[in-house]
T-cell receptor, first 117, second 115 residues
């Protein structure tokens, strides 16, 4: 079965320090991977995606993600965290089981990022 | 601006009552989705629709119903059979043409509570 795991419920980092939010996946075939951010009482906002090509993907708000096929990971990174980055982050993988493209995503449980001044 | 509009933002349901959550998109997206979000459980798929007049059950469809009479609209009804409806409901849409690389776009959610 296809799945996504975010092993950390919460990540704490000081402002200005680099941050990493971890994600591992399990799929059959090539993975299509996405990161989203959610602020309180808001919907999810798309940050970046990996489809193919370079293993380092750049996205919105200075975020980037590193795809590692051998470790089946897609960790979200930012070189210098801001207090305003504090939010809930979701990793997702395209559900490619079955016939046709349904556009369905399988989401991880989410990781709360807390950036302290 | 193009986007997804969910209404109302807050909704209260009495015991035994059906309520309908609205979701409208002007992105000309093919597919639409409804998710339920509970604390610590991530997003769970309720229903999805790839085309007008067709929809499929997701992982937790019991107690819910949907319709897709127009491409732009995908309302969700929470029926009285849903015994624990208190949650944050999110609607999303996506393009299907061109492959698996298109992200889903989300509305700002409806928070449903029981009176």
């Amino acid at each position: 079965a296809q799945s996504v795991a975010q092993p950390e419920d919460q990540v704490n980092v000081a402002e200005g320090n680099p941050l990493t939010v971890k994600c591992t996946y399990s799929v059959s075939g090539n993975p299509y991977l996405f990161w989203y951010v959610q602020y309180p009482n808001r919907g999810l906002q798309f940050l970046l995606k990996y489809i193919t090509g370079d293993n380092l993907v750049k996205g919105s708000y200075g975020f980037e993600a590193e795809f590692n096929k051998s470790q089946t990971s897609f960790h979200l990174k930012k070189p210098s965290a801001l207090v305003s980055d504090s939010a809930l982050y979701f990793c997702a993988v395209r559900d490619t089981q079955g016939s046709g493209n349904t556009g369905k995503l399988i989401f991880g449980q989410g990781t709360t990022l807390q950036v302290k001044p | 601006d193009g986007g997804i509009t969910q209404s109302p933002k807050y909704l209260f349901r009495k015991e035994g009552q059906n309520v309908t959550l609205s979701c409208e998109q002007n992105l000309n997206h093919d597919a639409m989705y409804w998710y339920r979000q509970d604390p610590g459980q991530g997003l769970r798929l309720i229903y999805y629709s790839q085309i007008v007049n067709d929809f499929q059950k997701g992982d937790i469809a019991e107690g819910y119903s949907v319709s897709r009479e127009k491409k732009e609209s995908f309302p969700l009804t929470v029926t009285s059979a849903q015994k624990n409806p208190t949650a944050f409901y999110l609607c999303a849409s996506s393009i299907l043409a061109g492959g698996n690389d298109q992200p889903q776009h989300f509305g700002d959610g409806t928070r449903l509570s029981i009176l």
